[in-house]
Protein backbone atom coordinates (compact mmCIF):
# COMPACT_ATOMS: atom_id res chain seq x y z
CA UNK A 1 0.00 0.00 0.00
CA UNK A 2 2.53 2.43 0.73
CA UNK A 3 4.66 1.64 -2.28
CA UNK A 4 1.12 2.69 -4.36
CA UNK A 5 0.70 6.09 -2.78
CA UNK A 6 4.51 6.82 -3.35
CA UNK A 7 3.98 6.03 -6.86
CA UNK A 8 0.89 7.76 -7.19
CA UNK A 9 2.55 11.19 -5.47
CA UNK A 10 5.07 10.39 -8.08
CA UNK A 11 2.19 10.32 -11.18
CA UNK A 12 0.67 13.57 -9.65
CA UNK A 13 3.96 15.69 -9.73
CA UNK A 14 4.77 14.32 -13.13
CA UNK A 15 1.09 15.12 -14.32
CA UNK A 16 1.25 18.73 -12.74
CA UNK A 17 4.45 19.33 -14.59
CA UNK A 18 2.57 18.54 -17.93
CA UNK A 19 -0.01 20.66 -17.17
CA UNK A 20 2.33 24.03 -17.24
CA UNK A 21 3.74 25.06 -20.41
CA UNK A 22 7.93 24.35 -20.83
CA UNK A 23 7.53 21.84 -17.70
CA UNK A 24 8.44 18.76 -19.17
CA UNK A 25 6.59 15.29 -17.20
CA UNK A 26 9.27 12.70 -18.65
CA UNK A 27 12.09 15.16 -17.44
CA UNK A 28 10.17 14.83 -14.02
CA UNK A 29 10.02 11.26 -14.07
CA UNK A 30 13.73 11.32 -14.55
CA UNK A 31 13.99 13.11 -11.66
CA UNK A 32 11.78 10.75 -9.39
CA UNK A 33 13.66 7.93 -10.60
CA UNK A 34 10.83 6.16 -12.57
CA UNK A 35 11.49 7.39 -16.19
CA UNK A 36 13.29 4.00 -17.18
CA UNK A 37 10.51 1.89 -15.42
CA UNK A 38 8.09 3.61 -17.19
CA UNK A 39 9.57 3.12 -20.60
CA UNK A 40 9.96 -0.13 -19.27
CA UNK A 41 6.28 -0.61 -18.32
CA UNK A 42 4.73 1.09 -21.81
CA UNK A 43 6.51 -0.94 -23.56
CA UNK A 44 5.93 -4.41 -21.79
CA UNK A 45 2.14 -3.23 -22.08
CA UNK A 46 1.38 -2.98 -25.55
CA UNK A 47 3.33 -6.36 -25.93
CA UNK A 48 0.85 -7.75 -22.70
CA UNK A 49 -2.08 -6.31 -24.61
CA UNK A 50 -0.86 -7.40 -28.17
CA UNK A 51 -0.53 -11.16 -26.80
CA UNK A 52 -4.13 -10.79 -24.92
CA UNK A 53 -5.75 -9.63 -28.35
CA UNK A 54 -4.24 -12.57 -29.68
CA UNK A 55 -4.82 -15.12 -27.37
CA UNK A 56 -8.39 -14.15 -26.71
CA UNK A 57 -8.88 -13.90 -30.62
CA UNK A 58 -7.56 -17.45 -30.87
CA UNK A 59 -10.01 -18.63 -28.30
CA UNK A 60 -12.79 -17.26 -30.52
CA UNK A 61 -11.71 -19.47 -33.67
CA UNK A 62 -10.91 -22.74 -31.48
CA UNK A 63 -7.39 -22.52 -31.76
CA UNK A 64 -5.74 -24.52 -28.83
CA UNK A 65 -3.34 -22.23 -26.53
CA UNK A 66 -0.71 -23.30 -24.66
CA UNK A 67 1.22 -21.64 -21.98
CA UNK A 68 3.12 -19.82 -23.99
CA UNK A 69 1.07 -17.28 -26.19
CA UNK A 70 2.09 -16.38 -30.10
CA UNK A 71 4.82 -18.61 -29.28
CA UNK A 72 6.19 -16.01 -27.33
CA UNK A 73 6.63 -16.53 -23.40
CA UNK A 74 3.68 -14.31 -21.66
CA UNK A 75 4.30 -10.49 -20.84
CA UNK A 76 3.79 -9.42 -17.62
CA UNK A 77 3.70 -5.54 -17.33
CA UNK A 78 4.49 -4.11 -13.69
CA UNK A 79 1.20 -3.22 -12.75
CA UNK A 80 1.68 -2.48 -9.25
CA UNK A 81 4.09 -0.28 -10.24
CA UNK A 82 2.47 1.67 -13.58
CA UNK A 83 -1.30 1.86 -12.72
CA UNK A 84 -0.66 3.84 -9.44
CA UNK A 85 1.66 6.13 -11.74
CA UNK A 86 -0.71 6.44 -14.37
CA UNK A 87 -3.93 7.12 -12.36
CA UNK A 88 -1.58 10.20 -10.76
CA UNK A 89 -0.87 11.56 -13.89
CA UNK A 90 -4.76 11.39 -14.70
CA UNK A 91 -5.77 12.87 -11.85
CA UNK A 92 -4.11 15.86 -12.39
CA UNK A 93 -5.92 16.42 -15.67
CA UNK A 94 -9.04 15.73 -14.30
CA UNK A 95 -9.18 17.46 -10.55
CA UNK A 96 -6.18 19.47 -10.13
CA UNK A 97 -5.97 21.42 -13.39
CA UNK A 98 -7.97 24.41 -12.14
CA UNK A 99 -5.80 24.34 -8.94
CA UNK A 100 -2.29 24.11 -10.66
CA UNK A 101 -3.81 26.61 -13.50
CA UNK A 102 -4.70 28.91 -10.00
CA UNK A 103 -1.58 28.34 -8.69
CA UNK A 104 0.78 29.58 -12.14
CA UNK A 105 -1.09 32.50 -12.13
CA UNK A 106 -0.92 33.77 -8.84
CA UNK A 107 2.33 32.70 -7.72
CA UNK A 108 4.51 31.69 -10.48
CA UNK A 109 7.87 32.54 -9.62
CA UNK A 110 7.37 30.33 -6.56
CA UNK A 111 5.83 27.06 -8.77
CA UNK A 112 9.20 27.69 -11.23
CA UNK A 113 11.35 27.89 -7.95
CA UNK A 114 10.27 24.17 -7.04
CA UNK A 115 10.83 22.52 -10.54
CA UNK A 116 14.08 24.66 -10.88
CA UNK A 117 15.57 22.52 -7.83
CA UNK A 118 14.24 19.26 -9.26
CA UNK A 119 15.30 19.40 -12.20
CA UNK A 120 18.49 20.52 -11.28
CA UNK A 121 19.33 17.55 -9.07
CA UNK A 122 17.94 15.04 -11.67
CA UNK A 123 20.38 17.12 -14.27
CA UNK A 124 23.12 15.67 -11.48
CA UNK A 125 21.60 12.04 -11.21
CA UNK A 126 21.35 11.84 -15.28
CA UNK A 127 25.15 13.20 -15.79
CA UNK A 128 26.17 9.97 -13.02
CA UNK A 129 24.20 7.71 -15.42
CA UNK A 130 26.13 8.26 -18.16
CA UNK A 131 29.05 5.38 -18.04
CA UNK A 132 31.57 6.66 -20.58
CA UNK A 133 31.69 10.73 -20.01
CA UNK A 134 33.67 11.01 -24.16
CA UNK A 135 33.86 14.01 -25.91
CA UNK A 136 31.23 13.00 -27.84
CA UNK A 137 29.01 12.40 -25.73
CA UNK A 138 29.91 16.07 -24.18
CA UNK A 139 29.07 17.00 -27.89
CA UNK A 140 25.87 15.28 -27.60
CA UNK A 141 25.26 17.22 -24.56
CA UNK A 142 25.92 20.47 -25.82
CA UNK A 143 24.16 20.06 -29.14
CA UNK A 144 20.94 18.97 -28.07
CA UNK A 145 20.67 21.40 -24.73
CA UNK A 146 21.46 24.38 -27.73
CA UNK A 147 18.79 22.86 -29.99
CA UNK A 148 16.27 22.76 -27.16
CA UNK A 149 17.01 25.87 -25.57
CA UNK A 150 16.56 27.60 -29.14
CA UNK A 151 13.41 25.83 -29.55
CA UNK A 152 11.95 26.85 -26.26
CA UNK A 153 12.51 30.38 -27.20
CA UNK A 154 9.63 29.97 -29.98
CA UNK A 155 6.87 32.27 -29.17
CA UNK A 156 3.73 30.23 -30.36
CA UNK A 157 2.24 33.10 -32.68
CA UNK A 158 -1.23 31.26 -33.66
CA UNK A 159 -4.51 30.11 -31.78
CA UNK A 160 -6.99 27.88 -32.94
CA UNK A 161 -10.29 28.62 -31.89
CA UNK A 162 -12.22 25.43 -33.11
CA UNK A 163 -10.06 23.30 -34.49
CA UNK A 164 -11.43 20.22 -36.74
CA UNK A 165 -9.95 16.45 -36.00
CA UNK A 166 -7.53 16.31 -38.80
CA UNK A 167 -5.96 18.93 -37.17
CA UNK A 168 -6.02 17.55 -33.57
CA UNK A 169 -5.04 14.41 -34.85
CA UNK A 170 -1.27 14.85 -35.99
CA UNK A 171 -1.00 17.50 -33.20
CA UNK A 172 -1.90 15.01 -30.72
CA UNK A 173 1.09 12.85 -32.39
CA UNK A 174 3.68 15.39 -31.79
CA UNK A 175 2.43 16.12 -28.73
CA UNK A 176 2.06 12.75 -27.13
CA UNK A 177 6.22 12.28 -28.71
CA UNK A 178 7.50 15.18 -26.94
CA UNK A 179 5.45 14.02 -23.76
CA UNK A 180 7.66 10.99 -23.71
CA UNK A 181 10.95 12.73 -24.02
CA UNK A 182 12.80 14.62 -21.10
CA UNK A 183 12.47 18.22 -21.53
CA UNK A 184 10.11 19.10 -23.92
CA UNK A 185 6.31 19.87 -23.19
CA UNK A 186 3.54 18.36 -24.21
CA UNK A 187 1.79 21.33 -23.01
CA UNK A 188 4.54 23.62 -24.99
CA UNK A 189 3.56 21.40 -28.28
CA UNK A 190 0.00 22.69 -27.84
CA UNK A 191 0.81 26.23 -27.58
CA UNK A 192 3.27 25.70 -30.84
CA UNK A 193 -0.04 24.83 -32.26
CA UNK A 194 -2.75 27.01 -30.75
CA UNK A 195 -4.62 24.30 -29.22
CA UNK A 196 -3.55 24.52 -25.13
CA UNK A 197 -6.58 26.91 -24.41
CA UNK A 198 -8.85 24.63 -26.39
CA UNK A 199 -7.85 21.49 -24.97
CA UNK A 200 -7.82 22.51 -21.17
CA UNK A 201 -11.49 23.54 -21.90
CA UNK A 202 -12.44 20.49 -23.60
CA UNK A 203 -10.45 18.23 -20.55
CA UNK A 204 -12.75 21.11 -18.28
CA UNK A 205 -15.90 20.20 -19.88
CA UNK A 206 -15.77 16.26 -19.89
CA UNK A 207 -15.10 16.56 -15.71
CA UNK A 208 -18.73 18.67 -16.40
CA UNK A 209 -20.23 16.06 -18.21
CA UNK A 210 -21.40 18.79 -21.11
CA UNK A 211 -18.90 17.73 -24.32
CA UNK A 212 -20.58 18.64 -27.27
CA UNK A 213 -20.14 16.34 -29.90
CA UNK A 214 -17.77 18.33 -31.84
CA UNK A 215 -15.48 18.42 -28.94
CA UNK A 216 -16.30 14.36 -28.97
CA UNK A 217 -15.10 14.21 -32.09
CA UNK A 218 -12.15 16.24 -31.50
CA UNK A 219 -11.36 13.86 -28.26
CA UNK A 220 -11.48 10.53 -30.03
CA UNK A 221 -9.46 11.98 -33.11
CA UNK A 222 -6.62 13.42 -30.43
CA UNK A 223 -6.46 9.45 -28.69
CA UNK A 224 -6.36 7.79 -31.74
CA UNK A 225 -2.96 10.19 -33.20
CA UNK A 226 -1.97 9.73 -29.00
CA UNK A 227 -2.02 5.87 -29.10
CA UNK A 228 -0.53 6.05 -33.47
CA UNK A 229 2.61 8.05 -31.76
CA UNK A 230 2.48 6.50 -28.24
CA UNK A 231 2.52 2.78 -30.11
CA UNK A 232 5.47 3.50 -32.52
CA UNK A 233 7.62 5.84 -30.08
CA UNK A 234 7.44 3.70 -27.18
CA UNK A 235 9.29 1.18 -28.92
CA UNK A 236 12.14 3.34 -30.55
CA UNK A 237 12.41 4.91 -27.16
CA UNK A 238 13.25 1.62 -25.50
CA UNK A 239 15.54 0.69 -28.23
CA UNK A 240 17.65 3.44 -28.02
CA UNK A 241 18.40 2.60 -24.08
CA UNK A 242 19.00 -1.01 -25.20
CA UNK A 243 21.63 -0.29 -27.78
CA UNK A 244 22.90 2.99 -27.27
CA UNK A 245 22.37 3.97 -23.60
CA UNK A 246 24.89 6.37 -22.85
CA UNK A 247 23.91 8.57 -26.30
CA UNK A 248 20.44 8.28 -25.34
CA UNK A 249 21.49 9.57 -21.78
CA UNK A 250 23.63 12.09 -23.41
CA UNK A 251 20.69 13.60 -25.39
CA UNK A 252 18.40 14.15 -22.47
CA UNK A 253 20.69 15.34 -20.30
CA UNK A 254 21.31 17.47 -22.95
CA UNK A 255 17.39 18.23 -23.63
CA UNK A 256 16.82 18.89 -19.37
CA UNK A 257 19.50 21.63 -19.26
CA UNK A 258 17.96 23.69 -22.17
CA UNK A 259 14.78 23.25 -20.37
CA UNK A 260 16.00 25.12 -17.29
CA UNK A 261 15.00 28.22 -19.49
CA UNK A 262 11.38 27.73 -19.27
CA UNK A 263 11.61 27.12 -15.61
CA UNK A 264 14.02 29.96 -14.14
CA UNK A 265 12.06 31.31 -11.26
CA UNK A 266 13.68 34.71 -11.58
CA UNK A 267 11.27 36.79 -14.33
CA UNK A 268 8.83 38.87 -14.76
CA UNK A 269 5.72 37.77 -16.05
CA UNK A 270 3.64 39.67 -19.10
CA UNK A 271 -0.20 39.48 -18.67
CA UNK A 272 -3.00 39.50 -21.53
CA UNK A 273 -6.00 41.45 -20.75
CA UNK A 274 -7.54 38.59 -19.24
CA UNK A 275 -4.65 38.11 -16.49
CA UNK A 276 -3.54 34.72 -18.19
CA UNK A 277 0.78 34.56 -18.58
CA UNK A 278 1.65 35.15 -22.60
CA UNK A 279 5.06 35.63 -22.01
CA UNK A 280 8.04 35.70 -19.50
CA UNK A 281 11.05 38.36 -19.61
CA UNK A 282 13.87 36.97 -17.47
CA UNK A 283 15.28 39.48 -14.61
CA UNK A 284 17.65 39.25 -12.08
CA UNK A 285 16.60 38.83 -8.37
CA UNK A 286 15.28 42.22 -7.26
CA UNK A 287 13.27 44.15 -4.32
CA UNK A 288 10.51 42.35 -6.90
CA UNK A 289 10.98 39.04 -5.65
CA UNK A 290 11.25 37.71 -2.03
CA UNK A 291 14.85 36.23 -2.77
CA UNK A 292 15.41 34.06 0.26
CA UNK A 293 12.09 32.19 -0.26
CA UNK A 294 12.82 31.47 -4.02
CA UNK A 295 15.69 30.02 -2.98
CA UNK A 296 14.55 28.16 -0.83
CA UNK A 297 12.37 26.39 -3.10
CA UNK A 298 15.09 25.35 -5.30
CA UNK A 299 16.94 23.47 -2.25
CA UNK A 300 13.43 21.59 -1.46
CA UNK A 301 13.27 20.90 -4.80
CA UNK A 302 16.82 19.87 -4.82
CA UNK A 303 16.69 18.20 -1.74
CA UNK A 304 13.02 16.13 -2.68
CA UNK A 305 15.17 14.60 -5.41
CA UNK A 306 17.86 13.53 -3.22
CA UNK A 307 15.49 12.04 -0.59
CA UNK A 308 13.56 10.24 -3.07
CA UNK A 309 16.69 8.73 -4.56
CA UNK A 310 17.71 7.64 -1.03
CA UNK A 311 14.08 6.17 -0.38
CA UNK A 312 13.92 4.47 -4.04
CA UNK A 313 15.91 2.06 -5.62
CA UNK A 314 19.55 3.08 -7.53
CA UNK A 315 19.23 4.27 -11.48
CA UNK A 316 19.40 1.06 -13.24
CA UNK A 317 19.05 0.09 -17.60
CA UNK A 318 16.56 -0.33 -19.21
CA UNK A 319 16.33 -3.73 -19.58
CA UNK A 320 14.42 -6.21 -22.54
Not at 154 to 178: E, H, L
Amino acid sequence: MIEFVRNYIKGIIIGIAEVIPGVSGSTLALSLNVYDDFIDFLNDFLAWLKQKIGFHFSKLIHVRSFSMVNGKVPVNPNFNFGLPLLLGIISVYFLLINLVGFLIKAIPNYVYSVFFGLVTASILKVWVSINKKTLANVFVIFVSSIFIFLLLGIKPSIVVINPDPIYIFFAAIFVITAMLLPGISGSFVLLVFGIYEYMIELVRSITKLSISPHDLLNLLAFVLGALISFIFFIKFIKTLFLKFKDATYSVLLGLMIGSLRVIFPFFEPVFSSDGKIIDKVPALPNNNYNTFLIFLLIAIGFLVVKLIEKLGKQPKDVNV
